[in-house]
């Protein structure tokens, strides 16, 4: 069965510096893989997507995440922070089937300070 | 458009109460549909799934049911409301087929 583990349940760093959330996964068939980025009392909003094809993906507000098949890894960084950063982010993995159904880590909560 | 409608986007309701949140979607047909919920601290659970009119699977056995009464209408129900109910509850939709979620702005429901 498909899992994912967000390794750091909070991050802080300061504006102007890396961002790197860590996710790992667990699939027995190839991934589809996403990052999810929620601000408070909000839904979820795709940030970006890896299915086939390019391993370093890009997305909104500057992310990206690097698909990483040996190391089971699909961490997100983006160079610069900003304080409109400041979410909750979720990596998922795609479950197998026609269902469609994402399978979530438990989320990390990145706090970006002055 | 493809949007997501979420009722009641805030509920407070005594323990022993009944339930109902519902999810409408616009602009696509037969989508895949979903229920899931985000506690304090835990991540989002999935709850149910459908991918069709009165298709109905569940993720996890519980106080909660879901329905499907006509394409694009999800709704979730409960008859007597626990404690460990409360939470945010997040609809979301993929088409049919491989595809992302995308997801509603959600009900944050408080069981007193």
């Known amino acids: 069965a498909q899992s994912v583990t967000q390794l750091g349940s909070h991050v802080s760093v300061s504006e102007g510096a890396l961002v790197l959330l860590r996710c790992n996964y667990s699939s027995s068939v190839p991934p589809y893989l996403f990052w999810y980025v929620q601000y408070p009392n909000q839904g979820l909003q795709l940030l970006l997507k890896y299915t086939t094809g390019a391993t370093l993906v890009k997305g909104i507000n500057g992310f990206e995440a690097e698909f990483k098949k040996s190391e089971t890894s699909f961490h997100l960084t983006k160079p610069s922070a900003h304080m409109s950063d400041a979410a909750e982010y979720f990596c998922?993995?795609?479950?197998?089937?026609?269902?469609?159904?994402?399978?979530f880590g438990t989320g990390t909560l990145l706090a970006v300070q002055p | 458009s493809q949007t997501i409608h979420q009722w009641p986007a805030t509920l407070v309701q005594p323990v022993g109460s009944p339930l109902s949140l519902e999810c409408t979607v616009e602009?696509?047909?037969?989508?895949?549909l979903y229920w899931y919920r985000q506690a304090a601290g835990r991540g989002l659970q999935l709850l149910f799934y459908s991918v069709g009119i009165g298709q109905i699977s569940s993720e996890v056995p519980q106080n909660l049911s879901a329905s499907r009464p006509q394409d694009r209408q999800f709704i979730l129900s409960s008859k007597k409301l626990l404690l460990s109910d409360s939470g945010f509850y997040l609809c979301a939709r993929s088409p049919a087929g491989a595809g992302e979620l995308f997801f509603g702005e959600g009900s944050r429901l408080t069981v007193l």
């Open positions: 998922a993995v795609m479950d197998g089937g026609a269902t469609n159904k994402l399978i």
């Open positions: 602009g696509t047909s037969n989508p895949n």
